[in-house]
């Protein structure tokens, strides 16, 4: 089983619309997580941090449920230069790495 | 200031070859980690580095993969006999410290093996 399970998508939407990503974990002592953007050819770039208490970036809001091991990323009124691959990420208690999904594409549609 | 550099950015190799690629990191990060992405798929920790030493290499596939870090700069990934399935691009990020705190990724080498 993945560490970390991301529905790959893709997901085609217009401009404007609101957009929700869902990302499971497998391991309960995970610490730490994030959603990581990365755009086609480039590199991930941190996007967000993801607290217990939920958090909120401009469009973007990140929650964290503990309890069923999930986590969210909901975008708001949609833009083009939102297109992307969106990756849920966790870090474990004791291990070094970065654990990512396979990442959720977005094509936001004039 | 500058990001994680890469080199080279493309790098077409032959099966049975051996390769090197480089990574810069960000001045000052004392922690340097190398992924795999391959096609479609989230980047796969392969090594990390805090200063000189590999303090995990847990990811490495096999003893094909090798890593260093001599200066505590500088990174090399070496892999040797290159195998058609190495193909894939190959990340390499830094942090201030170790983990678990902001990983900034360089561009990658994209590695194709013929």
């Known amino acids: 089983r993945k560490e970390v399970e991301q529905d790959p998508g893709p997901f085609n939407v217009p401009e404007g619309a609101t957009v929700a990503f869902n990302c499971t974990y497998s391991?309960?002592?995970?610490?730490?997580f994030f959603w990581y953007r990365q755009d086609c050819r480039k590199e991930p770039k941190l996007l967000m941090s993801?607290?217990?208490s939920g958090n909120e970036d401009g469009r973007f809001t990140a929650q964290l449920n503990r309890a069923s091991q999930y986590i969210s990323l909901l975008i708001r009124d949609s833009k083009l230069s939102d297109s992307a691959t969106y990756l849920c990420?966790?870090?474990?208690?004791?291990?070094?790495?970065?654990?990512f999904g396979t990442g959720t594409r977005l094509t936001v549609i004039p | 200031g500058a990001g994680v550099s890469q080199t080279p950015s493309n790098k077409v190799t032959e099966k049975g070859k051996y390769v090197e690629l480089r990574c810069d990191p960000i001045?000052?990060?004392?922690?340097l980690y190398w992924y795999r992405q391959s096609l479609g798929q989230g980047p796969e920790f392969l090594i990390y580095?805090?200063?000189?030493?590999?303090?995990?290499d847990s990811g490495l596939p096999n003893d094909r993969f090798f890593a260093v870090r001599p200066e505590g700069s500088v990174s090399t990934l070496k892999i040797q006999r290159t195998e058609r399935g190495d193909s894939a691009v190959y990340l390499c990020?830094?942090?201030?410290?170790?983990?678990?705190?902001?990983?900034?990724f360089g561009p990658g080498t994209r590695l194709t093996v013929l």
């Open positions: 990020a830094s942090s201030l410290m170790g983990p678990p705190v902001e990983q900034f």
């Open positions: 391991n309960s002592a995970s610490q730490s």
């Open positions: 993801v607290y217990s």
């Open positions: 990420v966790v870090t474990q208690t004791g291990a070094n790495n970065l654990f």
């Open positions: 001045s000052g990060h004392t922690a």
């Open positions: 580095f805090q200063g000189t030493g590999a303090a995990d």
